[in-house]
């Protein structure tokens, strides 16, 4: 979607000069596009049509190339979301353990309500995810870049307040 | 070591020897624990030297192929006509599987070293790493280690002082199972989406930007010091009868045990023992139902071939299963067979890439069927249309993924049919609401 | 590198073949007489490999290999017919078929569908989907151009998406999402509107991508089909003009490797719409009484006769370099000694290249027959010969319309012979008015920028009393000059070869479908 607005450059001052000290690490352009990506979800929060076709055309890409990429990747997000962002794995192993009712716990205590809705009051986003990778330690959840682990439903209210 | 639990006696703990060990995360502490020693030992000797002992070794991929890691590096072209280079495998996202992600947050620089070792070997001067991108923390702990690195000299322009460069980067994932395949690996690192590619060619001829390259995952990695350290015949020597399976290896174990964890045991080690012993059992008297032993995409055993099962490449195929990447996933007494089958095949669909036309529409058509089953409203024929649709998705595609999700499917109803036949006789209530 | 001529000997469906090393398996079947079924495959493009449609059964590999990525081996025992590939095929047709929508009879590509044909050859006659699930669906998209994408149909084989990666060099397209969410996305700010975009519809197998301008205009099995070559520009493009009950409804690229491989430009793609003119001439026509009054041809031919006859000096030809080679000769032929021939030719600045194919362009030259008309020593002076034509004996008018010609250039006592698809007010004043067909109406060939003669075939009928041009001067001529008239636009292009050396040696059958050089180019414009 497009960003709401008049559109800003992310690439600019230290966030430039981020992405050319990626570039130098990769024989192409092009390669620098996950990287690129990362770079303007973590200035934005997700990635607008219009931050596809800059980083278009810093790498020398074209914008339906660059949508191509993003919509591959389930971790870029092509819609805004909530301040803070709430992934907890479901899948099988996770799934054994109980992860259906952490989610059903993040929902209650978020006030999303629905998974992929954002809270009321702008705070939070949640979602279900495929494996985190975390199996041993169900249920994982990540909240923005934090990797929580062990997860029940009764832990689900203190830990959301650490996040305002 | 079982980490987060106390290491089990009958483990035989080499790579995960400094789990939980927070000092051995950093440059000097990993150094007072003999860090480095191997890398220097390596560059004093022939690459192709290095290559030999890690292939005497025996040493097999750990990310799930199990394919011999020094024959791998024999495929460089041994006279280097331009950039070779090293893909260190960090994409761990198979269900089940999470011990590449412990070997990152402790021992970091087992994995750089066995890294650097590897390029030496295969004469590549660039690394990637390709951490998959939920790892936050792992990321975080590998860029911190690669920094120190970098600051100490074991990496850059004259790495080790040897005079020649190595550079090592982390290539963050952003969601897509498939990537861990090594050729949609390869084109994630380009900036592509993460197909896989038709073979050949095969990446030791055109790999990562068209070059030679080897890609190996994080466990094969870091056992590679230890190889180079106390020599191929220790390594061979870690094995419990069948020489073509040698070593440790970190087995992941989850779900309905009572100490979930990473064990580190002897190639050859009983899976029964694994689960009943090192892991402590089921929980609350429950008694064991089934197991899948190396990650989600091999064949589902029964109670019986579990505790039957031999942990290793070939004792796991003898049990008609495979021993992948070693995350052995539990389900006890409670577990509806039909909604976990259900569940995995629902993973698959929602990781197939959508290149080829089985994997892409029968991932999917395969759970509608499985949650039509689920919902009371499935009929006898279904059990066959999903062993044939099966069928048709094993072998025929550019990658596994669609074998993957067949697996489980086709193992589960032969093992467990009686459970799909009593939701599609009605003799058990929906799970799902009706479709 | 292997020798170019190194061939390798397999076995496909019990038949030995021999082709060049390198070649794969499924280009191999094709000499051998098998057409292995496939999507994602195409001649012109770069292997995906991804539709696993062309699974074939190769002796001693354990599994099935696609045959478009296989390249033939010494040796190799392939089979296609074989139980194991059928069974993996028709489950891939199956696959397909899921989210596919049952909208044939509304489906433009019905008739043309590659789905359909290889469900019909080798599918299953009866669904195992059960009819509660819901299929996917997106909304039509409108790609821009003349494009519509119907997403419902997509069978995600790509091959939209390689041609404008690495054919037009302009990647718009994209595959959006993964799994069976899958479908073909567009640039967000761009449209399909590349010069040479339209093929993205004729290499679709299926009716994903449908042509907004053929929209609903004509089933495929309605259409008659003849080769031809584009009148566009000078480039030559083979194509096919599809014809439904004397109405050219469609022109599709034909393959010519040594010229255009499998595409053609947007502009000679619609270059049809005239052919269908409704006001042409359909009689010729005689000055009688001030105006030009209706007649029989023996009376028009007579009259055209007279004049030629009567012409003591120079007689100029103002012809169109869209007019067959056949022709060109003739009116030069007819003015004999005396001839002065010209021609005009729209030239744009600039060229609409397709990147990914050697020498192949929308060229500057808008006419398909510059070459020719050089050839035959027409000279690019046209506004001079008009300026001449008050001191001439005679003036033959050939397939120019004399747009922005003054009247009164023309006024200046010599008699005019007018031979035309259409009646210009200017030419009213002629002589003599000979209607002739166009290029869907009559044989004959073109030569193009590099020299290559190229033949075009007859794909409808002109109206009314129209003749083609080569036999209105083919009749002239034996009329001035005694003799029989040549029969046919081949034997019009035999006289050709004998009287004008730059083409020397060449006739119509040895030309075939895909030309051949001028005897003079051969080394200096051959790209093959």
Known sequence: MKATGAYEAVFTGERRAALDRVLERYPTKRAALLPALWLVQEARGWIADEAMSEVAQLLSLTAAYVKGVVTFYTMYRQHPVGRHFIQVCTTSPCGVCGAEDVVRAVLEHTGCGDLGATSRDGRFTVIEVECLGACGFATPVLIDDDFIESVTPETVPALLRRYA | MGFPHKPHDKETVVLSRYFGDPEAKTYDGWVKRGGYEALTKALSMQPAAVTEEVKESGLRGRGGAGFPCGFKWTFMPKEKKGPHYLCCNADESEPGTFKDREIMRWTPHALIEGCAIAMYAIQAEVCYIYIRGEFTEPIRIVQAALDEAYAKGVLGPNAMGSGKPLDMYIHRGAGAYICGEETALMNSIEGRRGNPRIKPPFPAQSGVFGKPTTINNVETLAAVPHIINRGAAWYKGLCLGNPKSTGTKLFSVCGNVRRPGNYEVTMGFPLGELINELCGGMPNGRTLKACIPGGSSVPILTKEETERCILDYEGCVASGTMLGSGGVIVFDDRADMVYQIMRLTKFYAHESCAQCTQCREGTAWTVRILERILAGEGAPPDLDLLLDLADNMTGKTICVLSDSCAAPVVSGIKKFREEFDAYISGAKAPALART | ?528
């Not at chain 3, 012979?417 to 209607?435: D, F, K, N, Q, S």
Request: aromatic share 6%.
């Open chain 3, 1 to 528: 590198m292997s020798a170019p001529h190194e061939l390798v000997t397999l076995t496909i469906d019990g038949v030995s073949v021999s082709v060049p090393k390198g070649t794969m398996v499924i280009e191999a079947a094709k000499r051998s007489g098998v057409l292995i079924p496939h999507y994602c495959y195409h001649p012109g493009l770069p292997v995906a490999g991804v539709c696993r449609m062309c699974l074939v059964h190769v002796e001693k590999t354990p599994k099935l290999q696609i045959a478009c990525a296989t390249p033939v081996q010494e040796g190799q025992v392939v089979t296609v017919f074989h139980p194991d590939a059928m069974k993996a095929r028709e489950g891939v047709l199956e696959f397909l078929l899921i989210n596919h929508p049952l909208d044939c009879p509304i489906c433009d590509q019905a008739g043309e569908c590659e789905l359909q044909d290889y469900v019909f050859q080798e599918g299953r006659s009866r669904t195992r989907y059960t009819p509660t699930y819901a299929k996917r669906f997106n909304p039509v998209e409108d790609f821009g151009g003349d494009i519509l994408y119907v997403p419902n149909r997509c069978i995600l084989c790509t091959r939209c998406v390689r041609f404008m990666d690495h054919a037009a060099g302009e990647p718009v397209l994209n595959v959006s999402e993964r799994g069976d969410r899958a479908f073909i996305g567009i640039h967000p700010d761009r449209e399909l509107d590349h010069p040479w975009s339209g093929n993205v519809v004729d290499l679709c197998p299926v009716g994903s991508l449908i042509s907004k301008d053929f929209l609903h205009k004509a089933r495929a099995w309605e259409l008659d089909k003849a080769p031809s070559v584009c009148t566009g520009c000078s480039q030559g493009c083979n194509v096919i003009l599809e014809t439904r009950q004397e109405t050219v409804v469609r022109i599709r690229p034909r393959s010519n490797l040594d010229v255009n491989h499998f595409f053609i430009c947007d502009h000679g793609r619609h270059q049809y719409r005239w052919m269908n003119r409704g006001d042409r001439i359909s009689a010729p026509l005689v000055a009688k009484d001030g105006a030009l009054a209706a007649t029989d041809w023996d009376h028009a031919l007579a009259e055209a006769t007279a004049v030629l006859k009567g012409a003591g000096g120079t007689v100029v030809v103002l012809a169109s370099p869209a007019t067959s080679t056949e022709a060109l000769f003739l009116a030069k032929q007819v003015a004999g000694d005396t001839f002065r021939g010209a021609f005009r030719v729209e030239r744009v600045a600039g060229e609409a290249p397709l990147d990914g194919v050697p020498n192949l362009a929308l060229r500057g030259e808008r006419a398909p027959n510059v070459a020719g008309a050089t050839q035959l020593g027409y000279g690019e002076d046209f506004d001079e010969a008009v300026a001449a034509v008050g001191d001439a004996a005679a003036v033959v008018v050939l397939g120019d319309t004399l747009d922005g010609v003054p009247a009164q250039a023309l006024s200046g006592g010599a008699d005019i012979i007018y031979i035309g698809t259409t009646l210009p007010e200017v030419a009213r004043g002629a002589r003599v008015v000979l209607p002739s067909t166009n290029v869907a109406e009559e044989d004959g060939t073109f030569v193009n920028r590099d020299g290559r003669v190229q033949r075009y075939l007859q794909a409808k009928s002109g109206p009314g009393m129209a003749r083609p041009a080569w036999w209105v001067l083919a009749e002239l001529v034996a009329a001035v000059d005694g003799g029989e008239p040549a029969a046919s636009a081949a034997a019009v292009f035999d006289r050709l070869a004998d009287a004008v050396p730059a083409f020397a040696g060449l006739n119509h059958a040895s030309l075939g479908t895909r030309g051949a050089m001028l005897p003079a180019n051969v080394t200096a414009g051959a790209t093959a």
